[in-house]
Each structure stands twice: as structure tokens, then as C-alpha cells.
């Protein structure tokens, strides 16, 4: 993957950023003791959002980082907004919507590693108000690598329309850009909408970030190669197919090969786990590593993420990655 230089600015310039991305953040509301949902009572208060995990992830190993959304003016705004400042993220970008509330969800705590209950209440919000007017070039251009998920483009029609022209806008300047597809078919009209528009998005992309079953469902193909096949024949430059406890695959046009994931035995909250390999392979490019090099970090913070409650609690900082590297 080839990405551009560490940013540099000048006085009086737009900041320069490594990283930008767009999404809608929630707060979140986590159980604080285990079992059935509706039986919780006590609840702890979180930002969540699988852009914002990424962001997160990046901003604490020192990336300079810019993420764009809208927010309500309320509470839960404010405490988005807090959040991003707390984790070092750019907000410049963010708007404060005087119509619109800010997105919420609950969340259920497991601790034995099985998937939580979530419920969301995002109908209406204000991200999924974003739409192409929200686009600012000389911020988005500012920054040497996009990442998208499929989650922002979900939300809405307009801001689907906002992820192509962002992606275009970025491919067209010669930037990288990393998609993971992050699937959520509660979200859109159908499924086959779903799988059509996700593979166009996907195609502007340098480097696809599915997991094993996002790709059988995204490609109607079954192995990990015809999956990256696929990608590869659209113009991506490499794959890599998350695998779970197995690891991931990485395919380029050159190269492939299966990176073994890290031995978890505690395997606590599986949620963030897929942003956290993003953040993984992400930071090591920008770090000017080599692919393989990529998925090992990638496996490695996923592995991370994994053994924390929380979507980004368990995203190192460079101290805390370098210890475990």
C-alpha cells in the first residue's frame, strides 16, 4: 500500500492530517452488570460508532486524526464532542445540528466473550442528516489517507451519496483509502441493495478489510482467495479477510499467505474487534510497513480489543503497543 508522506504544515495553513473518516458517533449505554438487558439497571456512559472506534485507535498511537459527522445539540452532542477532544481527534469538521438529536444505544455486558444484546435508537439522528453539502475538500484533502466503513453509508441515502463522493473526491487526489464493509443489514432496504452498493464503494478503494463471512455475503464466493480475487479483479490493490481466532488472509497481486491471530484465552467483548485490526493495519502503513507486517498488527490490536469491555477500551496507546509488540 502506498501512502503519502507524514503531513507537514506551515503557519497560518489548514492542519495537516494522516488519517480522516467519516461516521455517525452514539452514545453508548453499557450494562454494568451481566445478563438480561431489560434486567439492567445501572449503566455506564461511552461514545461508540465504528468510524469513531478507528479514529479512537489511531489518535492513540499518535496519528493526527480528523473525523466528520454531525451532532445534536443536546447532551449526548456534547459528550461526543468531549469524547473526540479527551482521544486528541480533530472536530472541525463535526456540525452541531439545531434540528436533529444525537444517537444513542444500549448495550448488554457479557463477560464470557459471547456476543452482546445491543438495541439502537438512531432513526432520524442527526448523522444521518450528512450529506454531500457536509463534504469539505480542503479538510478532506488535507489528510494523506481516508478510511470507510459501511456503516456511515448505511444510514441513509444522502449519506451514502456523501461516502462515493468522498471516496471519489479522495481517490481522484491520489490519496489511499482503506474500507472495511463493518455489514449491518438492518440498516438498508434490502440485502441485494446492500452487497450492490458496498461492492461499488468497495472499488475505490486500495485495501478491503472484510471478515470471512462479510465476503461470502458481499461476493457469493466461499474461500478466502476467490474472496480477495474478487476485490483484486476491481482494482484493489490487496485483501485481507479477517478470520477470527484463525487470523487473517492477506492477498495482494504478488503475494499471499494466512498470518496466524495471537492465542486469546480471555476472550471478554467481541464488539470493536474488527475496528481494532483496522487500526492495526492502518497505523503499521502509515508506519511504512510491509502488508504482512500490517496483519500481524492488525491481529495483534484486535487481539487487544478483545479482552477489554468496550468498543475502543482495549485500543492501545504506542507505550502500551510496543510493550506487547
Request: charged content about 20%; cysteine-free; overall charge negative.
Amino acid at each position: 500500500m502506498s501512502i503519502t508522506a507524514p503531513p507537514t504544515s506551515e503557519p497560518g495553513e489548514m492542519k495537516k492530517l494522516d488519517v480522516v473518516t467519516y461516521g455517525e458517533a452514539m452514545t453508548m449505554f453499557v450494562a454494568a452488570e451481566t445478563g438480561d438487558l431489560a434486567k439492567a439497571r445501572n449503566f455506564v456512559k461511552r461514545a461508540a460508532g465504528a468510524e469513531l472506534n478507528v479514529a479512537t485507535g489511531l489518535a492513540r498511537l499518535g496519528f493526527q486524526v480528523g473525523w466528520m459527522s454531525r451532532v445534536g445539540n443536546d447532551s449526548f452532542g456534547r459528550f461526543v464532542l468531549a469524547t473526540l477532544a479527551s482521544e486528541g481527534i480533530d472536530s472541525d469538521a463535526v456540525t452541531i445540528d439545531e434540528r436533529y438529536p444525537t444517537a444513542f444505544q444500549l448495550k448488554s455486558r457479557n463477560d464470557d466473550g459471547s456476543d452482546p444484546e445491543i438495541e439502537y435508537f438512531r432513526k432520524g439522528s442527526a448523522a444521518s442528516h450528512l450529506s454531500i453539502a457536509d463534504y469539505r475538500p480542503e479538510y478532506f484533502k488535507a489528510a494523506r489517507h481516508l478510511h470507510l466503513s459501511g456503516v456511515a453509508p448505511a444510514i441513509s441515502e444522502s449519506s451514502l451519496e456523501l461516502a462515493f463522493h468522498i471516496a471519489a473526491e479522495m481517490r481522484a487526489a491520489g490519496k489511499s483509502i482503506t474500507f472495511d464493509p463493518n455489514l449491518r443489514p438492518t440498516l438498508w432496504r434490502s440485502r441485494e441493495l446492500m452487497v450492490d452498493r458496498l461492492n461499488a464503494l468497495a472499488a475505490y478503494a486500495d485495501w478491503v478489510l472484510p471478515g470471512l463471512e462479510e465476503g461470502r455475503i458481499l461476493t457469493g464466493l466461499t474461500s478466502p482467495r476467490e474472496i480477495a480475487d474478487f476485490y483484486l479483479a476491481r482494482g484493489a490493490l490487496g485483501v485481507i479477510i479477517k478470520l477470527g481466532s484463525a487470523g487473517a488472509y492477506l492477498r495482494t497481486a504478488e503475494h499471499e499467505a494466512t498470518v496466524p491471530a495471537p492465542l486469546v484465552t480471555n476472550v471478554v467483548d467481541t464488539v470493536g474487534a474488527g475496528d481494532g485490526f483496522a487500526v492495526g493495519v492502518i497505523s503499521a502503513m502509515l508506519d511504512g510497513h510491509e502488508p504482512r507486517l500490517a496483519v500481524e498488527r492488525g491481529n495483534q490490536i484486535g487481539a487487544m480489543a478483545i479482552q477489554v469491555i468496550g468498543d475502543s477500551e482495549g485500543l492501545p496507546t504506542r507505550e502500551q503497543l510496543n510493550i506487547r509488540s
